[in-house]
Nanobody, 121 residues
């Protein structure tokens, strides 16, 4: 069992930055790739970024590439999402997820409760 708790969301002006954190409980955190997803009102949940469990390789959706950076600290059981140059279209609830995919992304075992990010124009 892995419990995921996100924090760091809030209201920011366009062009600003936020850093999301996702703290995981349980001893199995390092066994999982970790992803960030987001869901805007009226839209489906979409993949934002992912990071492998050990080698740390990363993958980003085209919409955030070059602006967002995902990282993890296995010693602290925490994954981060640094979001720069935010745009109003980044407004969404952001979720972290524990991903069991050996290759590729999206085989989710656990979800966090989400944190709201609102970007004003």
């Amino acid at each position: 069992q892995v419990l995921l708790v996100e924090s760091g969301g809030g209201l920011v002006q366009a062009g600003g930055s936020l850093r999301l954190s996702c703290a995981a409980s349980g001893r199995t955190f390092s066994r999982y790739a970790m992803d960030w997803f987001r869901q805007a009102p009226g839209k489906e949940r979409e993949f934002v970024a992912g990071i492998r469990r050990s080698c740390g390789s990363t993958y980003y959706a085209d919409s955030v590439k070059g602006r967002f950076t995902i990282s993890r600290d296995n010693a602290k059981n925490t994954v981060y999402l640094q979001m720069n140059s935010l745009k109003p279209e980044d407004t969404a609830v952001y979720y972290c997820a524990a991903d069991r995919s050996p290759t590729g992304w999206g085989m989710i075992d656990y979800w966090g409760q989400g944190t709201q990010v609102t970007v004003s124009s």
